[in-house]
């Protein structure tokens, strides 16, 4: 079940709702862990056991490592199962397959394909749980003793799917005792139909143009360049619209989760660009993979030597193929050069050193996006007129001029400007009157036409639903 989705938004949720607000508060986590659970169930239910499975190891885990903790090397032992048990289920589902693929190919043997699907979710909810029991173990949380709480954790619907990671430290009190109120409430549906736009009105969009593109036969270099541009573009708003949706629907029900993106494309640097992108799993990595590591307080070349793993595992979890593992790679290759010498002289370059990060951060997104390292290969080559196609073509003019507003929005709407806009506004004694009648109003248009768009168009994928 997706969020941008007629079933979820008048359907699924309404109910969800009813039930929670009238539900007394000793069985407000009850109400959301059994709605969570349908909520997973809706269209893989065959995978519901393994996912009370991970929960369940994850809950004794927590409470044997807390019990055995001043037995360090039981509690070590312990922390080692935890984490290669949820390892394994997720090596299981996702990995099983790259690994037998490429053990054929090296060997010339024909070992079977398992042909698993992927769990909705599930590389999400791994991630919580790890930090949940290594949390326990390093003694920065309490181990859960209540397992509804500790399951409605893991299986928390608004962040289930896409994130945020929300570790269990951030949220350990508010699933004890949180708030409520009109005020919240309020934000989190101003903040979750914004997320329900930028998704519905943008990234699908978006995402319609790319799909042309690679079903073209027409395709030209500047093809290819609007494509790039509006793949970067359909990922950050398709993502970064969940993230809205999934941190507007925690208000709602109560919760603060934390902030997931934060205008990556005005970076000045690789670096920057990482710092804003993905927030939740970039300090997932740095806690539990990057800083275990040594971080950067060691020699020079185990510094660089970390930030490959980090890297190379980031590709790796993105989805099990060689082009999320080059694409992890080739950002370590980034960061580390941005390290050692380049990110001083950025710091003085303002408008080059943006330009700089569009760039590369689009050549990245044509490798993430490839079916294949060869075609990641051919599709940058002809963005730089190495394929031996025209400059342009009359599919690319007819697109460009079909697209070209939806893509100049995008454009506009990744920066903060609109915010700026809408800030400035806002303050000023006229601008503010108009803005408590007219927010409402815009508010409301846009839940109409995202609901129009649901009902009429078909092309309404979640890009994250394969990592």
């Known amino acids: 079940?997706?969020?941008?989705?007629?079933?979820?938004?008048?359907?699924?949720?309404?109910?969800?709702?009813?039930?929670?607000?009238?539900?007394?508060?000793?069985?407000?986590?009850?109400?959301?862990?059994?709605?969570?659970?349908?909520?997973?169930?809706?269209?893989?239910?065959?995978?519901?056991?393994?996912?009370?499975?991970?929960?369940?190891?994850?809950?004794?885990?927590?409470?044997?490592?807390?019990?055995?903790?001043?037995k360090n090397k039981i509690a070590k032992l312990l922390l080692v199962l935890s984490v290669s048990s949820s390892l394994a289920i997720l090596g299981y589902f996702k990995y099983c397959d790259f690994f037998i693929a490429n053990f054929n190919a090296m060997t010339g043997l024909s070992i079977p394909m398992l042909r698993l699907s992927l769990p909705i979710g599930i590389s999400f909810y791994t991630f919580q749980i790890l930090s949940y029991t290594i949390d326990v173990y390093r003694e920065e949380v309490a181990a859960q003793k209540n397992p509804v709480n500790l399951a409605a954790y893991v299986a928390l619907f608004p962040q289930l799917v896409a994130g945020p990671i929300v570790r269990y430290s951030h949220i350990a009190n508010q699933l004890k005792e949180r708030s409520h109120s009109y005020e919240k409430t309020a934000l989190g549906i101003r903040r979750f139909i914004i997320g329900l736009g930028?998704?519905?009105?943008?990234?699908?969009?978006?995402?319609?143009?790319?799909?042309?593109?690679?079903?073209?036969?027409?395709?030209s270099v500047l093809f290819f360049w609007i494509y790039a541009v509006a793949y970067s573009l359909h990922i950050y708003f398709d993502f970064s619209g969940y993230s809205d949706m999934a941190i507007g629907l925690g208000k709602i029900f109560g919760f603060s989760f934390l902030e997931n993106f934060n205008y990556p494309y005005i970076?000045?640097?690789?670096?920057?660009?990482?710092?804003?992108?993905?927030?939740?799993?970039?300090?997932?990595?740095?806690?539990?993979?990057?800083?275990?590591?040594?971080?950067?307080?060691?020699?020079?070349?185990?510094?660089?030597?970390?930030?490959?793993?980090?890297?190379?595992?980031?590709?790796?979890?993105?989805?099990?193929?060689?082009?999320?593992?080059?694409?992890?790679?080739?950002?370590?290759?980034?960061?580390?050069?941005?390290?050692?010498?380049?990110?001083?002289?950025?710091?003085?370059?303002?408008?080059?050193?943006?330009?700089?990060?569009?760039?590369?951060?689009?050549?990245?997104?044509?490798?993430?996006?490839?079916?294949?390292?060869?075609?990641?290969?051919?599709?940058?080559?002809?963005?730089?007129?190495?394929?031996?196609?025209p400059l342009i073509s009359e599919e690319f003019l007819y697109y460009f001029r079909s697209y070209g507003v939806v893509l100049l929005f995008a454009m506009i709407g990744a920066t903060p400007l609109p915010k700026k806009l809408w800030n400035c506004v806002s303050v000023t004694p006229a601008g503010g009157k108009v803005v408590i009648f007219a927010e409402p109003l815009a508010i409301s248009a846009m839940l109409v036409a995202c609901t129009a768009y649901l009902v009429d168009g078909s092309y309404n994928p979640f890009l994250y639903f394969r990592f």
């Not at 008048?10 to 929670?20: G, N, S």
């Not at 990482?274 to 990595?285: C, K, T, Y």
Request: charged share 15%; glycine share 8%.
């Open 1 to 70: 079940m997706l969020f941008s989705s007629i079933p979820f938004l008048f359907w699924f949720l309404p109910c969800v709702l009813i039930f929670y607000f009238i539900a007394p508060r000793a069985l407000k986590n009850t109400v959301l862990l059994l709605s969570s659970l349908f909520f997973y169930g809706w269209g893989e239910p065959e995978y519901l056991a393994w996912m009370v499975a991970a929960i369940v190891m994850g809950y004794v885990f927590g409470l044997l490592i807390e019990r055995f903790r001043k």
């Open 198 to 219: 930028k998704k519905v009105m943008i990234a699908n969009l978006l995402g319609e143009l790319c799909s042309i593109f690679r079903e073209s036969n027409d395709k």
């Open 267 to 389: 970076s000045a640097s690789i670096t920057e660009f990482w710092q804003r992108w993905h927030i939740s799993l970039g300090s997932w990595f740095r806690d539990y993979v990057y800083i275990p590591l040594g971080g950067n307080r060691v020699s020079v070349s185990r510094h660089i030597f970390n930030i490959f793993v980090v890297w190379m595992l980031t590709g790796f979890w993105h989805g099990a193929a060689w082009n999320f593992i080059v694409w992890g790679l080739y950002f370590a290759f980034l960061l580390t050069i941005e390290k050692l010498w380049l990110l001083k002289k950025l710091k003085r370059n303002g408008m080059l050193s943006h330009v700089y990060v569009i760039i590369l951060v689009i050549i990245g997104f044509v490798i993430f996006d490839a079916t294949s390292m060869g075609q990641a290969f051919s599709y940058v080559q002809a963005m730089f007129g190495a394929g031996g196609y």
